[in-house]
């Protein structure tokens, strides 16, 4: 999550980690994304209130546990604190080139680290929304149906909305 403030640098990055719940019990896609919509809200008004430095020891601390278990060698052995990693990055805004030739669509690419079985990342790019899926073949043998899945629950979120794509 964002930590950067509006008078802050705009260049590197000012991020914290937040654990929230997505709502995977409920049918309901509206019902769904009130929970996700829910628990992040309040998981964003439980950081500290501090800037700078103090918000990196923060996110510092709170990775620690993740931290340790990946240079020490010890991620996948137990149970994670968390299963799976969702960001989503802002990207430009307008169209990008290079050497004349238009940058259609932009997908992330995301890390996987031992312990973790998926990341969804969404980047946006020029208007659009696009997500890209990196997950972890022993644990999830076909992201590809995830893909499928994630487009079959968006279009029910969007009729429930009565968008029409």
Same mark, same amino acid.
């Given at each position: 999550?964002?930590?950067?403030?509006?008078?802050?640098?705009?260049?590197?990055?000012?991020?914290?980690?937040?654990?929230?719940?997505?709502?995977?019990?409920?049918?309901?896609?509206?019902?769904?994304?009130?929970?996700?919509?829910?628990?992040?809200?309040?998981?964003? /008004?439980?950081?500290?209130?501090?800037?700078?430095?103090?918000?990196?020891?923060?996110?510092?601390?709170?990775?620690?546990? $993740?931290?340790?278990?990946?240079?020490?060698?010890?991620?996948?052995?137990?149970?994670?604190?968390?299963?799976?990693?969702?960001?989503?990055?802002?990207?430009?805004? /307008?169209?990008?080139?290079?050497?004349?030739?238009?940058?259609?669509?932009?997908?992330?690419?995301?890390?996987?680290?031992?312990?973790?079985?998926?990341?969804?990342?969404?980047?946006?790019?020029?208007?659009? $929304?696009?997500?890209?899926?990196?997950?972890?073949?022993?644990?999830?043998?076909?992201?590809?149906?995830?893909?499928?899945?994630?487009? /079959?629950?968006?279009?029910?979120?969007? /009729?429930?909305?009565?968008?029409?794509?």
């Amino acid at each position: 999550m964002s930590v950067r403030s509006g008078d802050g640098a705009s260049v590197g990055n000012a991020i914290t980690f937040l654990y929230a719940m997505l709502g995977t019990d409920m049918d309901d896609p509206i019902e769904r994304i009130a929970r996700i919509k829910s628990s992040t809200r309040l998981g964003k /008004e439980r950081l500290p209130d501090v800037g700078g430095m103090a918000m990196d020891a923060y996110t510092a601390a709170l990775m620690l546990p $993740f931290m340790a278990q990946a240079i020490f060698g010890f991620g996948g052995r137990g149970k994670p604190a968390s299963n799976p990693v969702i960001s989503n990055v802002p990207g430009p805004a /307008e169209t990008r080139y290079l050497d004349g030739s238009q940058l259609i669509e932009f997908y992330p690419v995301s890390l996987l680290f031992n312990g973790r079985a998926l990341n969804v990342t969404a980047v946006s790019y020029d208007g659009k $929304f696009n997500v890209g899926y990196t997950g972890c073949r022993d644990s999830i043998p076909s992201l590809q149906r995830i893909a499928v899945y994630s487009g /079959e629950e968006l279009d029910k979120l969007e /009729e429930r909305l009565g968008i029409v794509a």
